[in-house]
C-alpha cells in the first residue's frame, strides 16, 4: 500500500514526505528508495541535488555500513557535489561585480547560491561525522570518493572566501552575512576531514591504492596551505601541522612519493611572507602615534612572530626527517638563508626597526640558521648551490648574507668528516653541470661582492676574549678571523687547494680580496712551519721576479713577499740574502719593495750597507749616463725604503754620498719635465719623499732648490702625485730650523704653496694639506709664517674646523647605500674587463704567472726611452706654441686666400701620423 502510494507522488512530494520519516521507516525503506533518490539526484538540476543529498545524509547514510557506504553512496553522490560547487563558484565569480541593491532579481540568486554551497558544507561534514562516528580503524578504500571531495571543495570555498574583495568589490557588504557562514562551515569541515585523516590507517597489508589516496590527500591539503595563507593563523598552522605529521607518521610507505620540494617552499614561502608581515609591522609601530593603535598592532606583531617561529621550527624538523630526499629543495633553503638575512642588521637593506622587535626575531626566525646548515652541509646539492653561484645570480642585497652563510659553513666544517670537508673543498668542473668552486675561492669572491658593507662599514659581533665584553667588527676582520680559524682546522691534503686560491686571490684584480689573502698567507706562514714559510717566499721571489712591479699583481706580490720575509727563520733568510743578494743591481727591483728590518739582527747591518751602496752607486751611473736612466727611479726606491726602514747615521750618509747624490738629482730634475713625462714625475716623486726622510741632514742650498723647484711646478697644475709628495715634504719642513740669511728664499714662499694646496679642489690633496699644515705648524719654531698661510677666511674656518675634529655635515646612510651600490657597478664593469684568467693549479707545486700579452714591440727598441719622450715633448710644445702664435695673428688681420689649404694640409698630416702604423702600436 506504501509502495503504491510512493509510486504515485511527485518526485517532490517523495523528498517532502522522506524527510518525515523518522530512522526505523528510513532503516526500512532504505534498499527502494535508496535507489529513487540517487536517480533523482543525477536528472535534477543543482538545487533540487541539494535537497536530495541533505536526504541522503541526513536520513539514509546512518544505516549504511562503512564498508558499503563507498559503492552504495559516496561514488554516486560525491563527483556531482564537486561539479555543482564549481558551477557555483564560477556563477559567484562571474556574477558577483554586477551586484546591486537595485538587481533583486541577482542578489537573491547569489545569496541562493552561497546559501546553497553552506548546505553542500554541511552535508559533508555529515558525512564525515559519520565515517568517524565509531572507534574502529579507518581505511582509505572504504571511502575512496570522500577525500578527493572534500580537498577540492575545502580548497574551492576557501578560494573564494580569499578573493571576495576582488570579486565583490565594493558590494561585499551585501553578501558578507553568508561568505562569513560559508567560510565557518568550510572550517569546521576542514577540521572534521583531518581528525578523520588522522585516524587512517597504513600498514603493510594496504594496498598500492591506498597509500596512493593517502599521498594524494597529504599534497591536496598542502594545495589548500597556500591557499589560506594570510587568512587565519591558526587554521594556517594547524593544516602545516597536518602535514608534517602525516608525512612523518607514514614516512615507511610514502616517502619515496612524497612531493618533499612542494612542502619545503611552501614552509619556506609562508615563512618569508610572515616574516615580512612582522617587519612592515615593527615599522608601523615605530611611526604610530597613537596608543591604541600601538597596542593592537603590538599584539598582532607577537602572534605573527609566534607564526613565524612555528614555521621555522617545523621546517627545521621536516628537514631533519627526510634529509635525503632534499636535493631538489636546497635551492629554495638556500633562498630563504639569504632573504631572512637581507632583511635583519647587519644588511644595509634592513628596515628600520625597534631593538627589541629585532631580538624578538633574532631568536625567533634567525636562529634558526644553525640548525638549518647542519642539516643542510653534508649536502652535495646545497654545496653545488652555494659554490656554484657567481655574483650574475645574486642581487646585491644578499651579498653579505651570502658571505656570511659561507662563514657560518666554515665554522662547522672541522666538526663534520672528510667527506663532507672533500665536498665544500674541492671544486668541480662537470661540463655537465655549473662549475662548483671551492669554499676558499667562493669566500674571497663574495668579500669581494661586499664592497658596500665593507666600504660603510658594516660591523659583526667579533669573538669574545679574556672575559671583556663582546666587540664589534669590521666584515673584513670579521671574515679574515674566520677563515684564518678554519685554515688552524684544515687537514694537510687541502693545503695545496688553499696555497691555489690564496695565489689566485693575490693576483686577482679586486683589492678587498687581495688583501685578504695576504693576511691569511700570513697567518699561514705564521701557524705553519719554518720551512713551509721559506717554501713560499721562495716561490713567490720566483714570481716578482717576473711579474711587472707597475700593476696591481705585482705590488700584491710584493707587499705578501715583504711581510712574509718577517717570518721567516734567520737560517732561511741568509739562504734569501744568497739567492737575492742586497747588492747586486739585478736585485734592486725586488728589494725596493722589501724591508731590511724583516731580517735578523745578524744580518740586518750587512744587508743595510750593501744595499745602501749598491743602489747609491746606480742612481750615480744614472746621472752620469743618461742611456741608464731607466734604472734610476728604482734605485731611487730602494733608497728610500731604505731611509725609512733602517737608521742610518751621519757616518753612513757620508760614506754613501747620499746628500751629494739627492744635490745632483736636484740638479738635473725640470719642472716642465716632471709634469710632461710620467717616469721623470715618479722620479720627482721619490726624490721628493727621500728629502722628506732625511730633512734634517739636508743642508739648506738643497732646501732652498726644492722650495724653488716646487714654487715652479704648481704653476704648472701637476698631477694629483706630485701635489700629495710635495705636501709630504712641506710637512717636514717643521722639523728645520732655518737660518736667517736663508728665511726669505725658503719660508717668505711657505704661505703661497700651502695656501694654494689647502684651496684645492681635489679632496685628497685638500685633506692632505691639512694634515701637512698641522704638522708643519705644531713643529716649527718660525711661528711667524703659520698666519700667513691661511690666505683667506675660508681658509681659516676649514682649519680650524679640521683641529677641532668638527665633522663635516655627512650623507644620510640610505644616500650613502644608493652612492656605493653605483660605485660598485663601475667597479664590478672594471674587475670584468681586466680581469685576466690566472690557472695556478696547472704547475703546482710551483706556480707561475705571466703578464698579461703586450704589443709587438717596433724596431726602434729606444722609442719609449727617456731621451726620446723629452724629444717628443719638446716638438710638441713648439708646434703648440706655433698654433697660439697663429691664433694671435688670426685674430689682428684678416687670413689670406691660402691659408685655408695651408690648414687642410697640416690636418691631413695629422690624420695621417694618427692613423700610422707606429702611432696605433703604442696605444
Keep these: 500500500m506504501f509502495y503504491r502510494v510512493m509510486s504515485q507522488s511527485s518526485q517532490t512530494s517523495l523528498l517532502e514526505e522522506v524527510s518525515q520519516w523518522n530512522a526505523d521507516t528510513c532503516q526500512e525503506q532504505m534498499e527502494t528508495v ?7 539526484y543525477s536528472e535534477e538540476n543543482s538545487f533540487m541535488k541539494i535537497k536530495v543529498l541533505k536526504v541522503l545524509t ?21 563527483p556531482g557535489v564537486r561539479e555543482i560547487v564549481d558551477d557555483f563558484i564560477e556563477e559567484l565569480t562571474s556574477q558577483g561585480a554586477e551586484l546591486s541593491s537595485q538587481n533583486i532579481e541577482l542578489k537573491t540568486l547569489l545569496r541562493n547560491i552561497l546559501q546553497a554551497l553552506v548546505s553542500i558544507v554541511e552535508c559533508l561534514g555529515a558525512c564525515i561525522r559519520q565515517v568517524i562516528s565509531g572507534d574502529n580503524a579507518l581505511y582509505l578504500e572504504a571511502m575512496h570518493s570522500l577525500p578527493s571531495s572534500v580537498l577540492h571543495i575545502l580548497k574551492s570555498t576557501f578560494q573564494h572566501c580569499k578573493n571576495s574583495e576582488a570579486v565583490y568589490g565594493c558590494k561585499l557588504q551585501r553578501v558578507a552575512d553568508l561568505l562569513q557562514a560559508v567560510f565557518k562551515e568550510t572550517y569546521s569541515l576542514q577540521k572534521l576531514f583531518l581528525e578523520m585523516i588522522d585516524r587512517v590507517v597504513i600498514n603493510p597489508e594496504s594496498s598500492q591504492q591506498d597509500v596512493t589516496d593517502l599521498i594524494a590527500v597529504i599534497h591536496g591539503v598542502l594545495e589548500i596551505c597556500t591557499v589560506i595563507a594570510n587568512m587565519d593563523h591558526a587554521l594556517q598552522a594547524n593544516t602545516w601541522k597536518f602535514v608534517v605529521k602525516q608525512s612523518m607518521k607514514h614516512r615507511v610507505y610514502i616517502e619515496a612519493q612524497l612531493n618533499h620540494r612542494d612542502i619545503v617552499k611552501g614552509l619556506c614561502d609562508d615563512l618569508v611572507f610572515n616574516f615580512n608581515a612582522c617587519l612592515q609591522r615593527s615599522e608601523q609601530i615605530q611611526q604610530s602615534t597613537n596608543q591604541q593603535t600601538t597596542m593592537t598592532e603590538q599584539r598582532i606583531f607577537t602572534r605573527t612572530v609566534k607564526l613565524c617561529r612555528f614555521f621555522a621550527n617545523t621546517l627545521i624538523h621536516f628537514i631533519k626527517e627526510f634529509k635525503e630526499y632534499l636535493g631538489t629543495c636546497c635551492k629554495d633553503l638556500y633562498d630563504l638563508y639569504l632573504q631572512l638575512h637581507s632583511k635583519m642588521p647587519p644588511s644595509v637593506t634592513a628596515p628600520s626597526m625597534a631593538d627589541a622587535h629585532m631580538q624578538e626575531l633574532r631568536g625567533s626566525v634567525l636562529v634558526c640558521a644553525h ?102 667588527i669590521s666584515l673584513y676582520e670579521y671574515v679574515c678571523t674566520h677563515l684564518c680559524a678554519f685554515i688552524t682546522s684544515l687537514p694537510a691534503k687541502h693545503f695545496g687547494k688553499l696555497e691555489c686560491c690564496l695565489l689566485e686571490a693575490v693576483l686577482g684584480t679586486d683589492v678587498m680580496s687581495a688583501l685578504l689573502a695576504v693576511d691569511s698567507w700570513c697567518f699561514l706562514a705564521r701557524y705553519g712551519s719554518a720551512e713551509l714559510c721559506a717554501h713560499h717566499v721562495n716561490i713567490l721571489t720566483g714570481l716578482v721576479e717576473r711579474c711587472p712591479e707597475q700593476t696591481w699583481r705585482g705590488s700584491c706580490l710584493f707587499l705578501l713577499l715583504r711581510r712574509l720575509l718577517f717570518f721567516m727563520a734567520p737560517d732561511h733568510q741568509a739562504e734569501f740574502l744568497v739567492r737575492l743578494p742586497p747588492g747586486e743591481p739585478a736585485s734592486l727591483p725586488v728589494w ?146 732655518i737660518p736667517p740669511e736663508h728665511q726669505s728664499k725658503v719660508l717668505n714662499k711657505l704661505p703661497a704653496l700651502f695656501s694654494s694646496m689647502l684651496a684645492d679642489s681635489h679632496w685628497m690633496v685638500h685633506h692632505r694639506a691639512l694634515q701637512a699644515f698641522t704638522q708643519f705648524a705644531e713643529e716649527t719654531s718660525h711661528e711667524f709664517v703659520v698666519p700667513l698661510c691661511l690666505g683667506t677666511e675660508e681658509i681659516k674656518s676649514q682649519v680650524v674646523r679640521y683641529l677641532n675634529k668638527e665633522t663635516v655635515s655627512a650623507q644620510s646612510t640610505e644616500s650613502q647605500v ?49 731621451s726620446v719622450q723629452l724629444a717628443l715633448t719638446q716638438v710638441l710644445g713648439e708646434v703648440e706654441c706655433g698654433l697660439d702664435r697663429l691664433s694671435r695673428l688670426l685674430q689682428q688681420r684678416v687670413p689670406p686666400d691660402w691659408l685655408d689649404e695651408r690648414l687642410q694640409n697640416l690636418e691631413a698630416k695629422i690624420l695621417r701620423l694618427r692613423a700610422s702604423e707606429r702611432f696605433s702600436c703604442s696605444q
Design 58 to 78: 541526513n536520513h539514509f547514510l546512518p544505516h549504511i555500513p562503512l564498508s558499503d557506504v563507498e559503492p552504495k553512496l559516496f561514488s554516486k553522490v560525491l
Design 818 to 866: 644608493q652612492y656605493l651600490k653605483q660605485e660598485q657597478l663601475v667597479l664590478e664593469e672594471w674587475h670584468t674587463q681586466s680581469s685576466v684568467p690566472v690557472n695556478v693549479h696547472q704547475r703546482a707545486p710551483s706556480p707561475s704567472v705571466e703578464a698579461p700579452a703586450k704589443r709587438a714591440r717596433m724596431e726602434d727598441t729606444n722609442a719609449d726611452s727617456e
Design 34 to 40: 535508496l535507489p529513487k533518490l540517487l536517480c533523482l
Design 592 to 737: 725596493q719593495h722589501l724591508s731590511v728590518r724583516a731580517l735578523a739582527s745578524a744580518l740586518q747591518e750587512s744587508a743595510t750597507s750593501e744595499l745602501l751602496t749598491a743602489s747609491t752607486q746606480q742612481c750615480w751611473n744614472s746621472v752620469s749616463s743618461p742611456q741608464q736612466r731607466s734604472d734610476l727611479n728604482t734605485a731611487l726606491s730602494c733608497l728610500l725604503h731604505l731611509c725609512q726602514d733602517a737608521d742610518l747615521s751621519p757616518e753612513d750618509l757620508e760614506k754613501s754620498s747620499l746628500l751629494p747624490l739627492v744635490s745632483q738629482l736636484w740638479e738635473i730634475t725640470v719642472a716642465t719635465q716632471v709634469v710632461a713625462v710620467h717616469s721623470v714625475g715618479q722620479r720627482a716623486c721619490l726624490l721628493l719623499a727621500l728629502c722628506a726622510v732625511l730633512i734634517q741632514s739636508l743642508e739648506d742650498n738643497i732646501i732652498i732648490q726644492i722650495v724653488n723647484f716646487l714654487e715652479l711646478l704648481m704653476s704648472m697644475k701637476p698631477a694629483v702625485c706630485l701635489k700629495l709628495a710635495a705636501l709630504d715634504f712641506l710637512g717636514t719642513l717643521g722639523n728645520k730650523v
Design 371 to 472: 640548525p638549518l646548515l647542519s642539516e643542510l652541509i653534508g649536502c652535495l646539492r646545497f654545496a653545488e648551490v652555494v659554490l656554484s653561484e657567481t655574483r650574475a645570480d645574486i642581487s646585491q642585497e644578499c651579498y653579505l648574507p651570502h658571505c656570511l652563510l659561507l662563514m657560518g659553513v666554515m665554522d662547522m666544517l672541522p666538526s663534520q668528516t672528510e667527506d663532507v670537508l672533500e665536498i665544500w673543498c674541492s671544486g668541480s668542473e662537470d661540463t655537465e653541470k655549473p662549475p662548483r668552486h671551492g669554499l676558499f675561492k667562493a669566500v674571497f669572491t663574495a668579500l669581494g661582492a661586499c664592497h658596500v658593507e665593507l666600504a660603510l662599514p658594516v660591523l659583526l659581533p667579533g669573538v669574545m676574549r679574556n672575559g671583556n665584553p663582546l666587540a664589534y
